[in-house]
């Protein structure tokens, strides 16, 4: 039996970034990108704003028809600004399908889009172990079983050669990580915690034979004990966690009978404590925030509630980048009466630095149609291109790339590797187009169930 691996193309995976060029002028295609000029040059600005800092208390809305790049020019601004800037991605009718508040989820979608990195400086012992001697006595409650009481350890590096005495903790560590002679390790100081670095390259050679799955790596230079700097990234939301789970405790019923029952929204008091933590952290230079991108798609599908909370987020002095995404002309504010440009109010449009986007004409559907294709390992014919372009322009950009899977598949099923025009035929003729359902809903209205 054959096993092939699973392969998820996203829909927006090739994107690299806004294919803009030194001088910040879009090139016809670019980064996974194609037309869309002046949305993806005011995109460019956004993102300058952006590192200058002067994008505070405002947003950006990406407005225009379906198929019109919207969510691929936020993920571009997103890369523009950085591998390690956080993207979280939202969409306006998840707030409403959550086991939490409306905005509750719009707030934890908020500071998941902060990242918040730490650096921290600790007093390490760091070097090639020469020798590990662990010294057992006799269990004071069990006489047929020894314990570690402590343990002869010396370390050397290309500059020094230094013998310790560890303690039983550092010692147990030490055994249950299965270290010995010849391995590099790194001991913290202040907690005792052992991390295994690989085998040395030298004892690697001495022992010539394959280690495994431990790495092979250099034997440190410079003092065995020194000061090493620790950064790692993470985000406000998950800081959230796991102060929430530090408070929250449990109570006796959770010792006695095993609850697991858990607060489902975290409270305001753990969020400040968290803001505290990370201010102080970054007046003392030891974190720096990393604000990222938070795209909500579909934003008229939030309320007049929703839409006020986050109005007065967009104020806080911990925001990420807000970058909304609508479709929709004028519409009515979810929650009122009150007809609006896509369907949001006034005072949170009047804040916003809008994009607007257009339908792409035959030239960038093509090009769109032949990067899917590529992404996808899809072959083909020119004549299947022409068609595919067709319905790009006279149905919809997502029907005609949705039409090609499907043309693919059958291009198996006969024994080709190209697809050809016939092929996307019949996959046109099994499909239908959003305006095609419609009229089949029409036709055979009193047939469907009500």
């Known amino acids: 039996?054959?096993?092939?691996?699973?392969?998820?193309?996203?829909?927006?995976?090739?994107?690299?970034?806004?294919?803009?060029?030194?001088?910040?002028?879009?090139?016809?295609?670019?980064?996974?990108?194609?037309?869309?000029?002046?949305?993806?040059?005011?995109?460019?600005?956004?993102?300058?704003?952006?590192?200058?800092?002067?994008?505070?208390?405002?947003?950006?809305?990406?407005?225009?028809?379906?198929?019109?790049?919207?969510?691929?020019?936020?993920?571009?601004?997103?890369?523009?600004?950085?591998?390690?800037?956080?993207?979280?991605?939202?969409?306006?009718?998840?707030?409403?399908?959550?086991?939490?508040?409306?905005?509750?989820?719009?707030?934890?979608?908020?500071?998941?889009?902060?990242g918040v990195r730490?650096?921290?400086?600790?007093?390490?012992?760091?070097?090639?172990?020469?020798?590990?001697?662990?010294?057992?006595?006799?269990?004071?409650?069990?006489?047929?079983?020894?314990?570690?009481?402590?343990?002869?350890?010396?370390?050397?590096?290309?500059?020094?050669?230094?013998?310790?005495?560890v303690g039983p903790d550092v010692a147990e560590e030490m055994i249950s990580r299965g270290v010995q002679k010849g391995m590099v390790i790194m001991i913290d100081k202040e907690s005792g915690r052992v991390s295994v670095l690989g085998m040395s390259e030298e004892a690697a050679k001495e022992l010539g034979y394959d280690i495994?799955?431990?790495?092979?790596?250099?034997?440190?230079?410079?003092?065995?004990?020194?000061?090493?700097?620790?950064?790692?990234?993470?985000t406000l939301d998950e800081l959230d966690e796991l102060f929430h789970k530090q408070r929250g405790g449990g109570g006796l019923a959770s010792l006695l009978f095993g609850a697991t029952?858990?607060?489902?929204?975290?409270?305001?008091?753990?969020?400040?404590?968290?803001?505290?933590?990370?201010?102080?952290?970054?007046?003392?230079?030891?974190?720096?925030i990393i604000p990222g991108v938070l795209f909500i798609d579909e934003i008229h599908m939030l309320d007049i509630e929703s839409f006020s909370f986050l109005n007065r987020a967009l104020e806080s002095e911990l925001a990420p980048i807000v970058i909304m995404a609508s479709n929709r002309g004028l519409t009515r504010i979810r929650g009122t009466d009150i007809?609006?440009?896509?369907?949001?109010?006034?005072?949170?449009?009047?804040?916003?630095?809008?994009?607007?986007?257009?339908?792409?004409?035959?030239?960038?559907?093509?090009?769109?149609?032949?990067?899917?294709a590529r992404e996808e390992g899809i072959e083909l014919e020119e004549e299947a291109v022409g068609l595919l372009v067709k319905y790009g322009t006279e149905i919809s950009l997502r029907y005609a790339i949705q039409l090609m899977a499907p043309a693919a598949e059958r291009a198996k099923i006969q024994g080709r590797n190209k697809v050809t025009r016939e092929d996307v035929e019949v996959a046109r003729e099994r499909f239908a187009s959003i305006e095609e359902s419609i009229q089949h809903l029409k036709e055979w209205e009193n047939k469907f169930m009500k």
């Open 261 to 288: 029952e858990e607060r489902k929204e975290i409270d305001p008091e753990t969020r400040a404590q968290v803001d505290k933590l990370v201010k102080e952290r970054v007046e003392k230079k030891e974190a720096e």
């Open 339 to 372: 007809v609006s440009p896509h369907g949001m109010p006034l005072d949170l449009l009047d804040r916003l630095l809008i994009i607007p986007t257009y339908p792409y004409n035959a030239e960038e559907v093509r090009e769109i149609i032949n990067i899917r």
């Open 212 to 234: 495994g799955r431990i790495p092979k790596v250099p034997i440190p230079s410079g003092p065995v004990e020194k000061e090493r700097e620790f950064v790692w990234t993470t």
């Open 118 to 165: 730490f650096r921290e400086k600790r007093w390490v012992l760091e070097g090639e172990i020469a020798e590990f001697e662990p010294h057992y006595v006799q269990h004071p409650f069990n006489p047929y079983q020894r314990m570690v009481q402590k343990a002869k350890l010396t370390l050397r590096t290309k500059d020094e050669r230094v013998t310790y005495t």
């Open 1 to 114: 039996m054959s096993t092939r691996a699973l392969i998820r193309v996203g829909a927006h995976s090739h994107i690299k970034g806004l294919g803009l060029d030194e001088n910040g002028k879009a090139k016809f295609i670019g980064d996974g990108l194609v037309g869309q000029i002046k949305a993806r040059e005011a995109a460019g600005l956004v993102v300058r704003l952006i590192r200058e800092g002067k994008m505070a208390g405002r947003a950006v809305l990406l407005a225009g028809p379906p198929g019109t790049g919207k969510t691929a020019i936020a993920i571009g601004i997103a890369r523009e600004l950085g591998s390690d800037v956080p993207f979280v991605q939202l969409s306006g009718s998840e707030i409403y399908s959550a086991e939490v508040s409306k905005t509750e989820v719009l707030m934890r979608a908020l500071r998941k889009a902060i």
